[in-house]
């Protein structure tokens, strides 16, 4: 079935100046990008995407990294994509690995590039939606349903 997923890097990726392998790698999923932007996020927004986590120990400092707050003002901002084709939220996520980025297969990107902190946060480097409920509403959080390309019959 043709989904629409959400894929964000975070602050540690565009540090590590990791854009360019990480489209390389998402381009083996074979879907085409729908949606593409730089946000600086804001609490509100960082709080809303991650409202899932409220209570748990690490929350203020996950919205601290989201939000770039780690990385030095350069980095303080993600890039958010929304990709679309068939079976994408699970063609994404495999290619992202498990949110450990010590347990994610080495060949995923979190894998390959995401650590954890002495804070004991993961830098995983990216987010990638993880079922079509929670995909629904954060390309709604991310995006303006104008900001997300359709093909010409589908107007
Ligand atoms: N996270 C963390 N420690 C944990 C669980 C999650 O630092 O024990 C962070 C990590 O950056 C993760 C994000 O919180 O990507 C969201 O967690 P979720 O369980 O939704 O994992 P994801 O969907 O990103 O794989
Ligand atoms: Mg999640």
Redesign the pocket.
């Known amino acids: 079935m043709d989904e629409k997923t959400l894929v964000l890097i ?1 602050p540690d990726g565009l540090q590590k100046s990791l854009t360019g392998n990480i489209l390389t790698k998402l381009s083996e999923a074979k879907l085409e990008i729908v949606g593409a932007k730089v946000v600086r996020v804001s609490r509100e927004l960082a709080e809303k995407h ?1 409202q ?2 409220k209570d ?1 120990p ?1 929350f203020e ?2 919205i601290k ?2 939000r770039g707050k780690l990385h030095g003002k350069r980095f303080e901002r993600i890039i958010a994509f929304v990709y679309q084709g068939e079976d994408a939220i699970n063609r994404v ?1 495999k290619i ?1 690995g ?3 980025p010590e347990e994610a297969d080495p060949t995923t990107i979190r894998g390959a590039y995401g650590r ?1 902190t002495t804070k ?5 480097v990216i ?4 079922n079509p409920k929670d995909a629904e509403r954060e390309i709604a959080l991310w995006f303006q349903p104008e900001e997300i390309v359709t093909d010409p019959e589908e107007k």
């Open positions: 975070k991650y899932h986590l748990k690490f400092d996950l990294y989201f996520r992202a498990a949110t450990n954890i004991g946060v993961y830098e995983n987010h990638a939606s993880s």
